[in-house]
Nanobody
């Protein structure tokens, strides 16, 4: 019914910047909260940042002041601008979104949580 497609990962030196993008596509009625999570080798997946449909944001303490989450509702896309990157930011970054579906005007709205396939971010000199 839908998919999330991420882009923008790569290799960057410490102190550098990267911008991740995640576009939702498919038969989507509306999109709720969107977010980014990350998983480093040997560690559990953790929240990086989220943004609600009206633009309220939430950040992990480890990225506050360095990362900025934003969204373009017209393009069904969420972004993560990452500045002042550190080696400990190295991880696979996953996009997450609450997608709502409604097959007809008489049908109830159904919420499903979707994940992207992940994009590798490596911070190393």
């Amino acid at each position: 019914q839908a998919q999330l497609e991420e882009s923008g990962g790569g290799l960057v030196q410490p102190g550098g910047s990267l911008r991740l993008s995640c576009a939702a596509s498919g038969s989507i009625f509306s999109i709720g909260t969107m977010g980014w999570y990350r998983q480093a080798p040997g560690k559990e997946r953790e929240l990086v940042a989220t943004i609600t449909s009206n633009g309220s944001t939430n950040y992990a303490d480890s990225v506050k002041g360095r990362f900025t989450i934003s969204r373009d509702n017209a393009k069904n896309t969420v972004y993560l601008q990452m500045n002042s990157l550190k080696p400990e930011d190295t991880a696979v970054y996953y996009c997450n979104a609450d997608l709502f579906f409604k097959s007809s005007s008489y049908s109830p709205m159904v919420k499903r949580v979707y994940w992207g396939q992940g994009t590798q971010v490596t911070v190393s000199s």
